[in-house]
Structures are given as structure tokens and as C-alpha cells.
């Protein structure tokens, strides 16, 4: 019984998989009474009370912007309404507009427990309940779902045992899908000078700003603010790293499975070969609307929208099919958000180079890189081109022939692993502290199930350290010990800049000449080695280079590509 109920909660779903409002899950979810704290924090736009639980104090659901909607729908957030009576901050708001599947099986995009509404532009803050002397660093949480699904709502995602560390946690959402990435000739015209396109990192970029101004109020210190994120949300600690409106709002990051390569794939006005502008992909869309033109009344009825007529990323999309990982549109180079470059931002050095952790888990593949699609050996080596038969050595070092093990290790290394090295190498070479790391770990619950390794968004549950609360009693004293471990890490990072302390493996600075990675292991050690996928990643950079270089060589043009993603409809 316990281990069908882990398998449950390991899926998304356990006691909250039938409630949908923020209130029922407070109500049906929380591990203890709630007790009513009697401090009340005033931020810029009024007073907030939240509750305390277990030595923890939270506030939920503060608007730290104006609800995007109507007319403020697809522009830059504005500064909340500010409020008179006292906001009981005690369940989480709304969760951003997104097609919901609540049969979701996907570990690494956990089941939102709120209803989604375009009215989303909230945020949350744990801290230890108890007075500190000194402020207390801040993590800000960037939660994934590839840009089209996700929220602050799952229980993976309380900031509880950060707050037991000394750590004050806010996590927040930001506007997903076509809310949080559209253009179109209309919306280029209006509000001359003001950001387009990426209204999500904007959203980001907002929050950070919030956080500046009022953390202080929570205990927390504006002058020591680390940002993390997994998946999309790796992305988008990248996309901060790399948007001068960023700058100065962050001084740590931490970057859980986040490739670069989706950063500088798109343009807002100008095609790309296989890759077209936003404005197609918003004429496009506004065309399946029966909605035509470039002018003001286009946008007004594109508004006018009901917001459930915008979620389905699989309808709308221009005839010619997009060679990107986001073929419904996604972050575009906008030249203000995003500067607009040939290359990856990262190789050309243009990103904030600030003290750093990432890394990668064993299997993490997602569903955009085609794994589970049946391909021949060949087909999966045939990117290496001449190298070709020492990619076959290095995948297959016992001969096993076995395409689908060696897809999931290609897939792993070209979608996540190898450029988070690329990442750390580029950090590190520019001056800042960098420390990466390898997850490999997997549940004893887990051993028959997770049969390729570590997946993508395996480390969530242990880097949050939220084992019992979110997926009960299957778990073991072992994979306690990792999650302690890995939350402990990622706090004393938060803290000094440097992961290590009292009682842990050392963690050594990665430097790309000896290329030390701190691996959590299966046996649930954790040790520091030179990097054991070294001949792997050195051939997937090989194949990797020319998209990062201004301009790819003519053959990096005829390599495979990975199969296309496409939404799966409900």
C-alpha cells in the first residue's frame, strides 16, 4: 500500500489529485494546523499576514503586478492595485492560464493544484518563523513545464525545509504559452518602446524587482538573492543571466537541467531558415481566429479573446513547419529582453557571469527530443558524422547494440548534460565560481521504474527536500540522507556562494582543465571526480559547436535532427 501511494505522488497526483481550488488544497494538504501568526509585513502595496507551521511562517498569493488581462493582456506587467484591508496571504492564488492534464504522468512537470486563470501575476514567501539578528539570503524559485505548463502551486515546490535552513524562499508565476510569448504586427505598433514578445521573462524580471523592494520586510537581504530553476525554468535563470533588464536584480544562480539552445533560436520580425519570426506565429494564430490585419482592431478583438481560446499550442500554428523546440513560438530575441545575437549568448559572452551551480540528472531526456520514438542505432549516431564509430565506443562501451539505451544516453547528453557544461566552462572561463554536479540518483522505491537512470526532474523532490510531504511514507532513511544533502547544498550556496559545509563531501570548484563534478550517486553517496562522461560530452560539443558559432559551417546543416514535439491534445 505504501509504495502504490508513493507511486501515486510520484506521478503528480496523491491527496490533492480531486481538489482544484488554492483553498481546498490549504485545507485538505497542509501536515499540521495551521497556526494564525500575529505579525503582519507591509509591503509597497499594503499589508500582508500570513501563518505559521511547524517553526515555518508562509505567505501566500501576493500580487506582485496588475492582473494581465483585457487591455494589459500581452504587455509589460504593471505595479498591483494596492489594497487597504489587511491580505490574509494563506493559500496559494491562481496558478497562470495553461492546458491542464490532470492524468498527467510526467515526474517532471508536477500537477498543478489550482484552477489556471489569466489572472495569475502572484507570488510566495516562506522564512523561518523565528526573528533573525541579520537578514537572511533569498532563493527565488523559476518553476518549469517548457514554457506552456507549470505553477508555484505543487507541494514540491514549498520552500518549507529552505526556510529550516535560514534561507527566505519566494517562488511566483509568470505567464505561460501564447499569454507569456506572442507577437503580431498590431501589438509591435501599440505602446511604442515598451518590451514585446517575451512577456514571461518580463513577468520574471518583475518579481525580481519586487523582491528588491520589499524582501526586507520578510527578513530577507535584497543584496544576497540567488535564483533557481529546473527545465523551462533553468532557461529562464539562463535568460536573466543573459537580459540587461536583469542586471543588478540577482547575484547567484542555480541551474537544474537548462539547456541555452532555446534562447537565441527565434526572431521577432525577421525569419531564420526553419525558424520563423514571432509576428508569423501571431498572424498566424489571429488567422485561425478569423481575425485579420495589421491594425489596432486586430489587437482589440485578439484581446477579447476568452482566455481558453488561446491554451491549445497544437492549433493555430503557421503551414510551415518550425525546425525548433518550440514550434508554437516560445522566447524570441526581442532586442531589448533578449539582445539579439548570431550565436549562443553564452559563447559570445554575453551574459552576467555570476557565482554558479549546474548540472544535469543521468536519463534527462524530455519529450522534445524524440527519445521514446523507435530509431536505429544509426539514425542516433548519425549526428556524429565521421565520429560516428568512437561515438558508438563511448555509448556502447560493452557492446550491448541495445538503440534504445544508447538514444536516451545521446538524447541526455545533447539536450541537457553537454551544455550544461558548455554553460559552466563559459562561467567559469569568465571569472566566476562555478560548481557543477551530476544526479543520478534513484528512490529505492524506484529501482524497476526509473530502468534508464535519474529523469528529468528526479532531483526536484531532493533539492526541495519535501520527500514526506509530498510523496509519504515509501520513501527510505537513504533517500532522506540525499535529499538532506542536496537541500543542504543548495542552501549553503544561497547563504556564502560556496556549497560546502559542516558534515558534507567536498565540493570542489569546477574548472574546465581538471573538470572535477560532484556526482550523487545511486548508492546515495555523494562524491566529487573528474567527470566520467568526459568522452560522451566532448563529441556531443563537437556536434554542438557550430550552432553556437555565428556562423555554422555548411555541413553542421545536413547532421539529423531530433524528431519534432508536437503537444500532445487532451
Known amino acids: 500500500m505504501f509504495l502504490d501511494h508513493f507511486l501515486d505522488r510520484e506521478i503528480g497526483v496523491g491527496c490533492a489529485r480531486v481538489l482544484t481550488t488554492a483553498m481546498a488544497v490549504s485545507l485538505a494538504c497542509s501536515h499540521a494546523a495551521a497556526e494564525l501568526s500575529p505579525d503582519f509585513v507591509s509591503v509597497t502595496s499594503g499589508k500582508v499576514q500570513g501563518e505559521q507551521v511547524d517553526g515555518v511562517l508562509s505567505f501566500k498569493g501576493i500580487p506582485y503586478a496588475a492582473p494581465p488581462v483585457g487591455a494589459l493582456r500581452w504587455r509589460a506587467p504593471q505595479a498591483p492595485k494596492a489594497w487597504k484591508d489587511v491580505l490574509q496571504a494563506r493559500s496559494f492564488a491562481p496558478d497562470c492560464m495553461q492546458k491542464v492534464d490532470r492524468n498527467s504522468r510526467n515526474v517532471g512537470i508536477p500537477l498543478i493544484l489550482t484552477e489556471p486563470s489569466e489572472d495569475c501575476l502572484y507570488l510566495n514567501i516562506w522564512r523561518p518563523a523565528a526573528s533573525t539578528a541579520k537578514p537572511l539570503p533569498v532563493m527565488v524559485w523559476f518553476y518549469g513545464g517548457g514554457f506552456s505548463v507549470g505553477g508555484t502551486s505543487p507541494i514540491l515546490f514549498q520552500g518549507d525545509s529552505f526556510a529550516r535552513q535560514g534561507v527566505v524562499v519566494v517562488s511566483f508565476n509568470y505567464r505561460l504559452g501564447r499569454f507569456g510569448f506572442f507577437a503580431h504586427p498590431a501589438l509591435t505598433k501599440s505602446n511604442?518602446?515598451?518590451p514585446k514578445a517575451n512577456y514571461a521573462f518580463l513577468d520574471q524580471i518583475a518579481a525580481l524587482k519586487w523582491v528588491r523592494k520589499n524582501i526586507a520586510a520578510f527578513g530577507g537581504d535584497p543584496a544576497n538573492v540567488t535564483i533557481f530553476g529546473e527545465s523551462a525554468g533553468g532557461v529562464a535563470v539562463n535568460a536573466m543571466m543573459v537580459s540587461p533588464l536583469a542586471k543588478g536584480l540577482f547575484q547567484k544562480a542555480i541551474v537544474q537541467s537548462g539547456p541555452t539552445h532555446g534562447l537565441n533560436i527565434r526572431e521577432l520580425h525577421r525569419d531564420q531558415p526553419g525558424r520563423q519570426s514571432l509576428e508569423k506565429f501571431g498572424l498566424a494564430f489571429a488567422?485561425?481566429?478569423?481575425?485579420?490585419?495589421?491594425?489596432?482592431d486586430a489587437l482589440a478583438k485578439l484581446r477579447a479573446l476568452p482566455a481558453e481560446a488561446l491554451i491549445d499550442l497544437s492549433?493555430?500554428?503557421?503551414?510551415?513547419?518550425?525546425?525548433?523546440?518550440?514550434?508554437?513560438?516560445?522566447p524570441t530575441m526581442d532586442g531589448k529582453i533578449l539582445p539579439v545575437v548570431k550565436g549562443d549568448y553564452f559563447k559570445a559572452g554575453k551574459f552576467a557571469?555570476?557565482?554558479?551551480?549546474i548540472g544535469a540528472n543521468s536519463d534527462d531526456v524530455t519529450a522534445s527530443t524524440g527519445v521514446y520514438e523507435d530509431q536505429t542505432i544509426d539514425y542516433t549516431l548519425a549526428r556524429f558524422g565521421d565520429h560516428k564509430a568512437e561515438a558508438l565506443r563511448s555509448y556502447d562501451p560493452d557492446g550491448t547494440g541495445d538503440p534504445r539505451v544508447i538514444r536516451h544516453k545521446v538524447s541526455a547528453?545533447?539536450?541537457?548534460?553537454?551544455?550544461?557544461?558548455?554553460?559552466?566552462?563559459?562561467?567559469?572561463?569568465?571569472?566566476?565560481?562555478?560548481?557543477r554536479y551530476y544526479f543520478s540518483y534513484i528512490p529505492e522505491a524506484l529501482q524497476t521504474r526509473w530502468t534508464y537512470g535519474a529523469p528529468h526532474g528526479g532531483e526536484l523532490a531532493f533539492a526541495f527536500d519535501v520527500l514526506r510531504l509530498n510523496y509519504g511514507p515509501a520513501w527510505s532513511d537513504q533517500d532522506l540522507r540525499v535529499a538532506k544533502t542536496m537541500n543542504t547544498y543548495w542552501a549553503n550556496f544561497a547563504k556564502t556562494g560556496n556549497p560546502n559545509g559542516p558534515g558534507l563531501p567536498e565540493w570542489p570548484l569546477y574548472k574546465p582543465s581538471s573538470d572535477q563534478v560532484l556526482q550523487f550517486m545511486r548508492n546515495g553517496s555523494a562524491a566529487a571526480a573528474a567527470d566520467p562522461l568526459k568522452p560522451r560530452l566532448d563529441l556531443a560539443e563537437k556536434v554542438s559547436e557550430p550552432r553556437r558559432v555565428a556562423e555554422p559551417s555548411p555541413e553542421s546543416t545536413s547532421l539529423p535532427k531530433w524528431p519534432l514535439f508536437r503537444p500532445v491534445k487532451n
Request: negative net charge.
Open 192 to 194: 511604442p518602446g515598451e
Open 287 to 296: 488567422t485561425s481566429k478569423g481575425i485579420e490585419g495589421p491594425g489596432a
Open 315 to 330: 492549433t493555430g500554428l503557421p503551414g510551415t513547419v518550425d525546425e525548433s523546440r518550440t514550434p508554437w513560438g516560445g
Open 353 to 357: 557571469p555570476v557565482s554558479l551551480i
Open 413 to 435: 547528453d545533447d539536450h541537457m548534460i553537454e551544455p550544461g557544461r558548455f554553460v559552466a566552462t563559459e562561467t567559469a572561463n569568465r571569472g566566476a565560481k562555478v560548481y
